[in-house]
Nanobody, 123 residues
């Protein structure tokens, strides 16, 4: 079992930056790859970013590529999402998740989820 708790969300003006954290506890978080997803009001949950267990392979949704950076510190059991050049369309609840295998874009392949942290970007 892995427990995940997100933090760092909040209200930011367009063009600003936020850094989300996801603290993991439980069994061997450093053996899982991980990802960030987001869900805007009235929309389906969507993939944002992926990182493999060692941190040397990262993938991004086209909408956030070159603006967001995913990283992890396995010594601290923490996952991060640095969000720069924020846009109003980035407004959503952001979730971190951990998975063993499968298609990294699909939320269905992630076994463990946090409860989410809300991000609001004003124009």
């Amino acid at each position: 079992q892995v427990q995940l708790v997100e933090s760092g969300g909040g209200l930011m003006q367009a063009g600003g930056s936020l850094k989300l954290s996801c603290a993991a506890s439980g069994h061997n978080f450093d053996t899982y790859s991980a990802g960030w997803f987001r869900q805007a009001l009235g929309k389906e949950r969507e993939f944002v970013a992926f990182i493999n267990w060692s941190g040397d392979d990262t993938r991004y949704a086209t909408s956030v590529k070159d603006r967001f950076t995913i990283s992890r510190d396995n010594s601290e059991n923490t996952l991060y999402l640095q969000m720069d050049a924020l846009k109003p369309e980035d407004t959503a609840v952001y979730y971190c998740a951990a998975r063993s295998s499968g298609n990294y874009i699909s939320a269905r392949t992630y076994e463990y989820w946090g409860r989410g942290t809300p991000v609001t970007v004003s124009s």
